[in-house]
């Protein structure tokens, strides 16, 4: 299939692009997002799963030889934060925005779908807009639907813009490339009483103290690419009801753990929970864990496709891996999955930042990436059935 995209195409991805960032949906519950997405893709003639763990919608287009399927993965979910600015397509849904570039990701695998549609791939490709990134729980739960095993897949790519590079320069590399992550809840409880008689509660309070710069403590001051490399950061800390008649009698804190493999997470999280359960004799706690986020470890096979559909593209070396995470590294636990990187600009908002915006001249060169991919990925399959053949 050639490279070539038509006008009309990007016209149709950018006004896709502009919809599902005025209207943005968190989490979990991007009903009318997939609905959209289902819908576009199945007037392409695609076969279309829908609800896939949970929202998500799978688009498979080509048959090919049969022997393995190269799935693309994109996110619906937007973020809980207010939008600045005054672009024609701002979110009109205050506190929701599309702040980290999903609906330019979306857009993306809107322009491969029709060139799919319109050209034989020569395989298998399964197009998966997936739920709940942000908060971690999305690839988990595609994972656990049956009907993913049964959409072929064999091999998973995916892109994320990031600001900071040029334009259109492209940062990959075998390995780690995003950390693995999670958030720890902790809840300290004792006993209130009168602001006049704090001998006679039990306060959460010198716990509490004692809790958030141990907890911070945690960290190692060591580069990304160190195995050792490990952060400990306090995002939320609340010591009762605001009141000048109450002692307090409950407390929580929120951390934030990360390192650069699953296995140091392991260690770091021990070391999290003995230290809450040194710290807070004398008074009750309760850890719970949210948005467990696993290492993303781009496999060499995986990079060998993305490689040759980035031949002709800057590149941005030494960047990698990154601090923050990406849920789509469980994707890499069943198949070789491999994650690239594509400059939004140096003068870019950063993501999640209250004015940041997907750059629209992404699309065309992102959508490029995936359908020369899609062509390497061809070109390795039919040489596997010639073989066995």
């Known amino acids: 299939m050639g490279y070539r995209i038509d006008e009309s195409n990007l016209a149709a991805a950018l006004a896709l692009r502009h919809a599902l960032h005025r209207m943005p949906e968190l989490s979990g519950v991007e009903t009318a997002t997939a609905d959209r997405i289902a819908q576009e893709m199945r007037a392409l003639g695609a076969e279309v799963v829908e609800g896939l763990g949970g929202t998500g919608v799978a688009a498979a287009f080509g048959q090919g030889s049969g022997a393995g399927g190269l799935m693309i993965r994109c996110e619906l979910d937007a973020l809980p934060i207010m939008e600045t600015g005054d672009r024609p397509w701002r979110s009109e849904r205050p506190g929701v925005a599309h702040l980290c570039g999903h609906d330019g990701h979306m857009a993306i695998l809107g322009v491969v779908a029709r060139e799919l549609a319109a050209h034989d791939p020569g395989c298998r490709v399964i197009l998966l807009f997936q739920p709940a990134e942000e908060t971690g729980a999305g690839a988990r739960a595609v994972l656990a639907d049956p009907?993913?095993?049964?959409?072929?897949?064999?091999?998973?790519?995916?892109?994320?813009?990031?600001?900071?590079?040029?334009?259109?320069?492209?940062?990959?590399?075998?390995?780690?490339?995003?950390?693995?992550?999670?958030?720890?809840?902790?809840?300290?409880?004792?006993?209130?009483?009168?602001?006049?008689?704090?001998?006679?509660?039990?306060?959460?309070?010198?716990?509490?103290?004692?809790?958030i710069p141990a907890l911070e403590a945690l960290r190692?001051?060591?580069?990304?690419?160190?195995?050792?490399?490990?952060?400990?950061?306090?995002?939320?800390?609340?010591?009762?009801?605001?009141?000048?008649?109450?002692?307090?009698?409950?407390?929580?804190?929120?951390?934030?753990?990360?390192?650069?493999?699953?296995?140091?997470?392991?260690?770091?999280?021990?070391?999290?929970?003995?230290?809450?359960?040194?710290?807070?004799?004398?008074?009750?706690?309760?850890?719970?864990?949210?948005?467990?986020?696993?290492?993303?470890?781009?496999?060499?096979?995986?990079?060998?496709?993305?490689?040759?559909?980035?031949?002709?593209?800057?590149?941005?070396?030494?960047?990698?891996?990154?601090?923050?995470?990406?849920?789509?590294?469980?994707?890499?636990?069943?198949?070789?999955?491999?994650?690239?990187?594509?400059?939004?600009?140096?003068?870019?908002?950063?993501?999640?930042?209250p004015d940041y915006d997907f750059p629209d001249g992404l699309i065309e060169v992102g959508a490029g990436i995936f359908l020369r991919a899609v062509t390497a990925f061809a070109g390795q399959r039919a040489e596997v059935f010639d073989a066995q053949r």
């Open 147 to 211: 009907r993913f095993a049964a959409l072929g897949a064999t091999m998973a790519l995916s892109l994320h813009n990031l600001p900071g590079l040029p334009l259109g320069a492209v940062a990959l590399a075998e390995g780690a490339v995003n950390c693995a992550s999670r958030g720890l809840k902790i809840r300290l409880t004792g006993r209130t009483s009168h602001a006049s008689e704090p001998e006679k509660g039990l306060s959460p309070g010198v716990a509490l103290a004692r809790l």
């Open 220 to 353: 190692r001051d060591l580069p990304v690419t160190d195995p050792e490399f490990r952060l400990a950061t306090v995002t939320h800390a609340r010591l009762g009801e605001p009141s000048f008649g109450v002692a307090p009698g409950e407390a929580e804190v929120f951390v934030t753990l990360r390192t650069l493999l699953d296995d140091q997470m392991a260690a770091l999280e021990s070391e999290a929970r003995a230290l809450v359960e040194e710290v807070a004799e004398g008074v009750g706690s309760e850890i719970t864990v949210h948005e467990a986020f696993g290492h993303c470890v781009n496999a060499p096979e995986a990079v060998a496709v993305l490689e040759t559909a980035c031949a002709a593209l800057p590149r941005a070396a030494g960047l990698l891996p990154l601090r923050f995470s990406e849920d789509f590294g469980l994707f890499g636990s069943v198949m070789p999955a491999a994650m690239l990187f594509l400059g939004a600009g140096e003068d870019c908002p950063a993501l999640h930042a």
